[in-house]
Structure formats: structure tokens, C-alpha cells
């Protein structure tokens, strides 16, 4: 520890490239993801799940299946000894299905065996007998939540006047590791879940309240986990694990297969939106009118947040007098939708970057130039009402990013075949290939919010260790691949000037740390172990070799509400992100195929805690929204999934991701520790319409859904609708 | 119906006992115990289970254990040399090539078996040799400069 004379700084501390602690065992091959757990005596956990997407559950026959050697337990909705449902906010989701399952996939059988073999074939001898019913999709869904928006003068016209419908495909988080975890029995009659998760605290009620054990029973503990996007938010094989290993009285470990998992988590919500924007002949927005409906598929989830973001950012980042929305979120019989990066502001960001381009092109002014002229600012109004208090750098985003050099047109030099689109498919030699160079920017909310209470707690302890002092920082964060473990131990370093921080294994014995998503764990966690330090740095006299000194502290951001039900006003989120992409592609027009040359990205992130995990969100955010613009897509057919692998389900290659061109800007956040601000979603919200930009620049047609296919390129017929 | 034979993974032989229909990939998981590579599809789509097989990367998801028999594997927990990290796996961590991690044990396979067959690979060599592997979290740019960085390094180590 540095003494007080010749002081020197720890190194480790915030804004240093510093290496995740992780990294090693990861490199290595040591690190235990939930999947390489395992326990002497351990059973395997199996789930029965439906072949439709909406059927009535005549009867279920597992005398077979519990007849065969090696089974342990075969478990129905009749085994569940406490709440029968479960849900983050709402408990509207089975545990195991009784009278109907409504959608493919849901769980109606869990089966524990001694091994997994036994257990799959177990499962494939449990009868459910299934009278089908008919299947609702988009057209009548049942109305979950709808989010109207009135801001400014409803009776308004304007001189210039856009309209168009547009679409997002439904999007999968592909997390490489697939969900799992394991259960284990303990002595007091409760269980410790390891379980690779996003938010532990929320998994622990819910595991709690259907296995019917208390919560200090239900100890959860985060084990390894291959990422997670907003998939990991809902509980999966969670409950499931647990009443397998109450039952079998063993420990029991599911891991779901890649096929399983396009089942059994929650996907980006498809979108259909319909938008009209009237400017006057100058360029200055008059009004945003939007319908926006997103298909929430068979169960709640995080579906009413959803669509409060996709009404609250409907317009994107601009100022506009008057905006009429209407956000709707629908009950179907498709997978269930809930959260994934980008949460609600990604869909609508397609929609409001196309109609932007389509105004610039009608007005006949620059496409970034129009932006410019509208960007939203310190001090405006967002059409929720709400005053932009913190950074709202619209324009400079812009502007540094046209600044950016372009890169140069290999399309027409003589190249290498693998520059050009189609790569070494060698289906072209260049002819009929255009470039096309698109901009967009969008933006959403950091934390949770609405009236949520959104709070970490973090737990600091300092004692000496052979003399030294050593911290040890307890949360209950997850760590999902993003680096949180790497920062808050940079954040000790810094408050405490001591260089040995060991920040554990997160688990629910600390209290709620919330959700590792909406881009808030570095901001909330990261705040909490802050305040937790500065506790401990006032007691650190104290410290002896008998002595530890711990201080336990929450971080809660300030208050928000819910929006009003009729005006859809009110000061709802607690902070807002900002970034801007620039798309360079080129484009096959006689083939359809697409080369995305370049993205470049302009984004405000506060204040870099770690630049290199800094720059890997939003690289790896950009990968996505570069996926969902020309790729991804869960296909359905009549509430069924046709593309459950990743043969059929596409996501971006190394091939496929172009260049990244990168410029971070620093603005503090008045309201956030160090100034940081999150900067996990905003890659993924205006890569997608910077891409589509570029697709239409070159190609010439309206591309008014996502995912592009070839053959949207190489039609004439595509279905925006013209003012 | 199960069969006895010897594997040797990263140097040691390891007698198993296996039906003839189980994967490399499950027979390394679960009876030699080394987790370090992983299952992301059972599909040959991902390459998170990808081993060397003398030298040479393949899936051992939907490779047979049986077809082993005879050959040197290499599994992630073989690639560095006692407690120093192989060049690669350094230059991962540095260049912000690793998230989650569950990609990471494959793409350093397939990225050793290039440079193995390439010690000088270009961009687009690399962008080659890696498209087997999926990577949900990076974006791929600290991996293809990790892969290029330990390149240099090597052929000025053996200049």
C-alpha cells in the first residue's frame, strides 16, 4: 500500500487498460461455465416440451417413462408444491403446462435420470395427448399493453409530408453457451443453483415461490456464462433444476441443446410500424405520427417495458412540437418475446431513421444535414414531456462522425474476388455492384424505468493477508462476458488506493445487485461498490491483523414514473445513451448480395472505465445490429419455428463483419459516478438502419424490412408505401 | 455395445471405455474430464468444440471418439506450455479478443492450426481460417488483430 509520503497510484484504476480478472482461466481452457459443472452422484434434468403452438392438454401419460430403469423423477404442473407460474413482474408463464400450452416449445414434462442419455430417452416415452386449437399470430393478438403518446398540438399539418410502413423480423440473442445450470440438494432442506443467469436476485423469487421453499432456502450462485443479451433475463431451466433435485434428492444439471434453447428463452419482439412525419419546406420537424405493434408471443415477459421504450423513442433523437403514438403489444401464440439489447428502441429506430432519409430525400436537403437541423439537445423535451437534463450530443455525434474518411471504392479497382460481394462464391466480377454509404443515430435509456426501484447493493471488505491489505468486493451482478468484474475492481483500486482486489463470485447471500441488462451494471453495481468503499476508506483506521473492516452499500438512481395511460407523459427513464453509425455497403443488384465494406460509429459514453471493454461492446454490439439488418431472423410459420440452428439461423460470420471504425466521445453524466454512462446498447439500435441506409443508397429500392434478403434487392416491388 | 481404446490428448494416453456412437467432444468432456472445449451447437456450425487432431482443427462434436484412436489431440488445456500462455492466448487477452469466453477455447485451436499451416497469414487468410468459428460478443476485431499480432511476434522471435 502506498505510503503517505512518496504516494504513488495504484495501477488498476478506472479509465486504465486494465485485463479482466477472468481472462486466463478463459484462455486456458479452466473457467467453469454452467455447462462444465458438475457434482459426484449428479442426475441429468430432461424437459417434455410441445409440439404446437396452441393446444389443449387432453392427458399426460408418464407411466413409461417413470418405468424405466435410471429414471429418478418424472415430474407434471401436479408436482409443483408452490406457485404454479412464474414471470419476472408478471406470473403468467407455467412451470409445466396444465390445461393448454400456447406456443411450440413450452414445458409440459421434466424428467431427472442418472445419466442424460436415460433421460432423453425417458422424455421421449412421456404421452401427452394434445387436441389442437387454432393458432394466433400478429392479426388478433390479445392486447397486453398499449402505450399511447399525445404530445404538443394533436390537430397539426405540415408542408412536407412522409408516410411508410416498415418491419423487424423476430431477432435471437444466440448466445453461444446455451442455457444451463445445476441444483443442488442441501442439508437444510433448501438448494444452492448454480445457474448461468442475468439477474439472480429475480431468479430466486421465482424459484422460491414455485418450489415452495423459503427464500433464505434458495440460494442462487452464478456460475459461467456464455452470454446472455437480454436471453438470460427470464427464468429458464431454473425452477425446473430445483424441483428436479427436491424430488430426486440429488444434484441434477440441464443443459439445453442449441436447438432447445431457440425454444427456451425470449426473443427480440417483431415489429410492424406505420409512420408519417410532416416537416416545413426548410426541413424542421411539425409531428411524428407512429403506430407501433409488436408481437409480444405467448406469455408477458418484459413485454409492457418493451413497448414503453418503443413508444418513448418512437421518433429517435430529434426535437418535434407534436407526436402522436401509439405503441401496442400483443399477446399470440408465438414465442414469447421479452428482453434483448436494445429493448424496444431498436425496432422503432429501423422505422424513424428510414422515415428521416425519406423526408431528407423528399425536402431535397442532406440526409445528415436534416438530422442535424432536428437533433435533440440539452434542455429540449423528449415527447414523453421529460427534460433533457444529462448530455444529448445528437449533432456532434453527426458531425464527427461525416467527418470520418470514407474508405476507398475497391469496387472500382480490380480486386480481390473476396471484396466483392458473394465473396469466393466468385459470382461476380464487379459488374452490376454499386456502393451505397447510409447514417443513422438512435438512442434509449440506461437503468430501468417507469417508477422501478433500481438498486445494487455491493458488499466491500478490506483485511490484511500477510501483512497486506487485501479487498474483496461482493455483489450480486453477473458478469455475462461484458467485463463487469474487471471494473468494479478498477473502481475499488481507485477509491481504496489498494492494488489486491478479488471481486467474487456473485451470488444471492449479498443483496440485489438488479438485472444485468438496459446497459446499467457498471452505472448501479459500479456506484453501489463506490459508496461501499468510501464506508470502508472512513473506518480503514480500524484495520488490524485481527480486523477486517466491511461496509455494504446501495446505489439507487433517482426516482422515475410511470408513464400516464392517457398522455403518455411523464418523467419516466433516468438517463439517456446516444450513438451514430455510418454503413458503407456494397451491393449486387443483379444478385442481390450485400458486402458491408465499413461501419463507422460515433458514441457518447460518458467517461471510458475500461477502453477495452469499452471498445468490445461496441464492436460486439454493432455485430448484432449488422445480423438483424441483413441476416437474422427467427422464421415462423403458424406459431412455429422453421430455423431452430445455427445452419438456418445465420449470425454474423468473421466474414461478415466489416471494419470498425471507431470514435468515443467523453461527456460526463451529471448524475452518474464517474460520469460513465452505459454503452452496451447503443451500438445495437443504429447499426441495423445505417446499414439498410447504405443498402438502399446503392440499390435504389425502399427496403422497408429487416432482414434484408437478396431478394429484397433485386425487386422493384418492394412495399413502403409513398405520401 | 462399448469399446476399449486409448486416446492421447494433449500427451497423455487415457484408456476409455465407449460406444462406438459417442463424439470426441463428449467422450473429452465427460470421461477424461477436460470441459475446456465447448458444445455451442452439436452442429459443426459454431467451432466452440474444436480440438486439433495432428495439427489439424476439427469438430469434435461430429467427429466419432473411435476415429481417434491413433492420433495426437489437442484440446485448449494442451495449448499453453505449464503455467506460461501460448502467444495467442496473451495476445486474446490483450487485444480484447475474449468476452464470455465460451467461443474462446475453439478459436484459439483454430487459430493455432493457422499458424501452424501459415506462420504469415494476411487479414483475409485469418478472416478464412476463422469463419468456422462463431463469436457472439467481440465482433471478431481483437481476435483477427490477436491472431495477426502473434503472427509478427513468432516470425521476429525467429528471425
Not at chain 1, 412464474?86 to 409445466?96: A, F, K, N, S
Not at chain 1, 440473442?173 to 432442506?189: K, T, V
Not at chain 2, 489437442?74 to 475474449?98: K, R
Request: charged share 20%.
Amino acid at each position: 500500500m502506498a505510503s503517505s509520503g512518496t504516494r504513488t497510484l495504484v495501477r488498476g484504476r478506472i479509465g486504465e487498460l486494465v485485463l479482466r480478472p477472468d481472462g486466463v482461466p478463459k484462455v486456458t481452457g479452466a473457467f467453469q461455465f454452467a455447462s462444465d459443472l458438475s457434482r459426484e452422484g449428479m442426475a441429468w434434468g430432461v424437459t417434455v416440451r410441445s409440439p404446437h403452438a396452441h393446444a389443449r392438454i387432453a392427458a399426460i401419460d408418464v407411466s413409461e417413462a417413470a418405468a424405466l430403469h435410471g429414471v429418478l423423477a418424472v415430474l407434471t404442473h401436479a408436482d409443483v408444491p408452490g406457485r404454479k407460474t412464474y414471470g419476472m413482474e408478471h406470473h403468467d408463464q407455467p412451470v409445466l403446462a396444465w390445461d393448454e400450452v400456447r406456443y411450440e416449445g413450452e414445458p409440459v414434462v421434466i424428467v431427472a435420470a442418472v445419466d442424460l442419455e436415460t433421460a432423453r430417452l425417458a422424455a421421449a416415452r412421456v404421452r401427452v395427448h394434445y387436441e389442437e386449437l387454432p393458432v394466433v399470430t400478429w392479426d388478433d393478438g390479445i392486447v397486453l399493453r398499449h402505450v399511447p403518446i399525445r404530445h404538443g398540438d394533436q390537430e397539426v399539418s405540415a408542408e412536407v409530408v412522409v408516410s411508410g410502413t416498415y418491419e423487424v423480423g423476430m431477432q435471437d440473442q444466440a448466445f453461444l453457451g446455451p442455457e444451463s445450470g445445476l441444483a443442488i440438494p442441501a442439508e437444510d432442506g433448501g438448494i444452492d443453483l448454480h445457474v448461468a443467469t442475468q439477474w439472480l436476485h429475480v431468479d430466486q423469487e421465482q424459484v422460491a415461490a414455485s418450489t415452495g421453499l423459503t427464500l433464505e432456502q434458495t440460494r442462487l450462485h452464478l456460475a459461467g456464462v456464455g452470454g446472455a443479451f437480454g436471453g438470460r433475463e427470464d427464468v429458464s431451466m431454473q425452477i425446473h433444476a430445483s424441483l428436479l433435485a427436491l424430488r430426486s434428492g440429488r444434484p441434477v444439471k440441464m443443459v439445453y441443446t442449441r436447438e432447445e434453447s431457440f425454444y427456451g428463452h425470449v426473443h427480440r419482439h417483431p415489429a410492424r410500424m406505420r409512420y408519417e412525419h410532416g416537416a416545413t419546406r426548410d426541413g424542421r420537424l411539425v409531428y411524428v405520427k407512429a403506430d407501433v405493434l409488436l408481437d409480444g408471443g405467448a406469455y408477458a415477459s418484459s413485454s409492457p417495458a418493451v413497448v414503453s421504450n418503443a413508444a418513448t423513442f418512437a421518433v429517435g433523437p430529434y426535437r418535434v412540437e407534436s407526436a402522436t403514438i401509439d405503441a401496442t403489444v400483443t399477446l399470440t401464440n408465438n414465442p414469447p418475446c421479452g428482453a434483448m439489447r436494445g429493448f424496444g428502441a431498436v425496432q422503432v429506430a429501423f422505422a424513424h431513421e428510414a422515415q428521416m432519409d425519406r423526408l431528407a430525400a423528399a425536402l431535397g436537403i442532406d440526409p445528415v444535414d436534416l438530422r442535424i437541423a432536428n437533433a435533440l439537445t440539452t434542455g429540449d423535451r423528449m415527447i414523453t414531456g421529460q427534460l433533457v437534463e444529462g448530455p444529448a450530443p445528437v449533432a456532434e455525434l453527426l458531425e464527427r462522425l461525416r467527418a470520418m474518411p470514407l474508405p476507398p471504392d475497391t469496387a472500382m479497382l480490380p480486386s480481390d474476388q473476396r471484396d466483392l460481394p458473394g465473396g469466393l462464391a466468385n459470382v461476380t466480377h464487379g459488374e452490376g455492384v454499386r456502393r451505397g454509404v447510409g447514417y443513422a443515430i438512435g438512442f434509449k435509456n440506461i437503468g430501468f424505468s417507469e417508477g422501478f426501484d433500481d438498486y445494487a447493493t455491493a458488499r466491500v471488505r478490506v483485511s490484511l493477508v500477510d501483512g497486506a491489505p487485501r479487498v474483496e468486493v461482493h455483489t450480486a451482478a453477473c458478469e455475462v462476458g461484458q467485463g463487469l468484474v474487471t471494473v468494479l475492481a478498477q473502481i475499488a483500486r481507485t477509491e481504496l488506493e489498494i492494488a489486491d482486489v478479488v471481486v467474487l463470485q456473485a451470488d444471492t447471500l449479498v443483496g440485489s445487485a438488479g438485472s444485468t441488462s438496459a446497459s446499467r451494471q457498471t452505472w448501479m453495481t459500479g456506484g453501489a461498490v463506490r459508496l461501499a468503499c468510501e464506508a470502508v476508506r472512513a473506518r480503514l483506521h480500524e484495520l488490524s491483523p485481527e480486523r477486517h473492516v466491511e461496509e455494504t452499500a446501495e446505489h439507487h438512481h433517482r426516482p422515475t414514473v410511470p408513464l400516464d395511460p392517457v398522455t403518455g407523459q411523464g418523467d419516466s427513464v433516468v438517463a439517456l445513451a446516444f450513438a451514430a453509425h455510418r454503413a458503407v455497403a456494397d451491393v449486387d443488384c443483379e444478385l442481390g448480395l450485400v458486402r458491408v465494406v465499413e461501419i463507422a460509429t460515433s458514441q457518447d459514453v460518458g467517461r471510458i472505465i475500461n477502453p477495452i471493454q469499452c471498445e468490445g461492446q461496441i464492436q460486439g454490439g454493432i455485430a448484432q445490429g449488422l445480423g438483424l439488418a441483413v441476416m437474422e431472423e427467427i422464421q415462423l410459420g403458424a406459431g412455429r419455428i422453421r430455423n431452430a440452428s445455427f445452419t438456418d439461423y445465420l449470425i454474423p460470420t468473421v466474414l461478415d463483419m466489416p471494419t470498425v471504425r471507431l470514435d468515443i466521445l467523453e461527456t460526463p453524466h451529471p448524475l452518474a459516478p464517474y460520469g460513465l454512462n452505459g454503452v452496451g446498447e447503443p451500438p445495437t439500435i443504429a447499426s441495423t438502419p445505417a446499414v439498410v441506409a447504405a443498402l438502399r443508397d446503392a440499390s435504389g429500392i425502399a427496403l422497408a424490412r429487416v432482414p434484408v434478403r437478396p431478394e429484397d434487392l433485386t425487386t422493384s416491388s418492394s412495399s413502403v408505401s409513398s405520401s | 455395445m462399448k469399446y476399449s481404446t486409448t486416446l492421447n490428448v494433449n500427451g497423455i494416453d487415457y484408456p476409455v471405455e465407449i460406444e462406438a456412437e459417442r463424439s470426441l467432444l463428449s467422450v473429452v468432456r465427460t470421461e477424461i474430464g477436460l470441459t475446456g472445449p465447448k458444445e455451442g451447437c452439436d452442429d459443426s456450425e459454431c467451432g466452440a468444440c474444436m480440438m486439433l487432431l495432428d495439427g489439424k482443427a476439427v469438430n469434435s462434436c461430429s467427429y466419432l471418439a473411435l476415429q481417434a484412436q491413433g492420433h495426437k489431440i489437442t484440446t485448449i488445456e494442451g495449448l499453453s506450455e505449464g503455467d506460461d500462455l501460448h502467444p495467442l492466448q496473451a495476445n486474446f487477452l490483450e487485444q480484447g479478443g475474449v468476452q464470455c469466453g465460451f467461443c474462446t477455447p475453439g478459436m484459439l485451436i483454430s487459430a493455432s492450426a493457422l499458424l501452424q499451416a501459415n506462420p504469415s497469414p494476411t487479414e483475409d487468410e485469418v478472416r478464412i481460417a476463422l469463419s468456422g468459428n462463431l463469436c457472439r460478443c467481440t465482433g471478431y476485431d481483437g481476435i483477427v488483430k490477436a491472431v495477426l499480432i502473434t503472427a509478427g511476434e513468432l516470425a521476429a522471435q525467429g528471425a
